[in-house]
T-cell receptor, first 115, second 110 residues
Framework: GAVVSQHPSRVICKSGTSVKIECRSLDFQATTMFWYRQFPKQSLMLMATSNEGSKATYEQGVEKDKFLINHASLTLSTLTVTSAHPEDSSFYIC???????????FGPGTRLLVL | DQQVKQNSPSLSVQEGRISILNCDYTNSMFDYFLWYKKYPAEGPTFLISISSIKDKNEDGRFTVFLNKSAKHLSLHIVPSQPGDSAVYFCAASESLIMRFGAGTRLTVKP
């Protein structure tokens, strides 16, 4: 149980384009979903927290207009990287939890490369 | 700010011996602690967790110890197996918001 999927697993795009990453909880209803970013050989950095039906809460330093997060249902959250630039190239990972649970279950991650 | 620190970037252990991974934190408001295992280009996999009201939690070969006064936790793996080779992340949670350490790469040699 507690399976989280992400799509796509990797994406290459041109600078200036937008990229959408989907995160789905497959066997549970995720009341809260989280988006992280990981640079090579570094830790996971929380970008934002989203509760179903509410606006996402962004961490300090994360541009909400650049990283659009939507959590429209209890099983789906999307992260859209708008007007991507090479410095946005990174490994993006989502996680999900359900009401009151401390444990987060992670998706497999999405490798984004912006040329 | 690094609220969760894993000071050892790597650890090498012989198969069958004990692996001890350490983690320190600075925020006394953290109330839940977790260990995740991660392979390259994959998401972290949950291993074991512990609430701040406990000092030990055991699950098979994995035991997590929490020393709140020292703001320190550790993960013990015994006996270590080659399949345990991965990067281990320590995480601490406050009000469901999780902060991660930088990870420790564990290599278990046959």
């Amino acid at each position: 149980g507690a399976v989280v999927s992400q799509h796509p697993s990797r994406v290459i795009c041109k600078s200036g384009t937008s990229v959408k990453i989907e995160c789905r909880s497959l066997d549970f209803q995720a009341t809260t979903m989280f988006w992280y970013r990981q640079f090579p050989k570094q830790s996971l950095m929380l970008m934002a927290t989203s509760n179903e039906g509410s606006k996402a809460t962004y961490e300090q330093g994360v541009e909400k207009d650049k990283f659009l997060i939507n959590h429209a249902s209890l099983t789906l959250s999307t992260l859209t990287v708008t007007s991507a630039h090479p410095e946005d190239s990174s490994f993006y990972i989502c996680s999900a939890s359900w009401h009151g649970r401390e444990t987060q279950y992670f998706g497999p991650g999405t490798r984004l490369l912006v040329l | 700010d690094q609220q969760v620190k894993q000071n050892s970037p790597s650890l090498s252990v012989q198969e069958g011996r004990i692996s001890i991974l350490n983690c320190d934190y600075t925020n006394s408001m953290f109330d839940y602690f977790l260990w995740y295992k991660k392979y390259p280009a994959e998401g972290p996999t949950f291993l074991i967790s512990i609430s701040s009201i406990k000092d030990k939690n055991e699950d098979g070969r994995f035991t997590v110890f929490l020393n709140k006064s020292a703001k320190h936790l550790s993960l013990h793996i015994v006996p270590s197996q080659p399949g345990d080779s991965a990067v281990y992340f320590c995480a601490a949670s406050e009000s469901l918001i999780m902060r991660f350490g930088a990870g420790t790469r564990l290599t278990v040699k046959p």
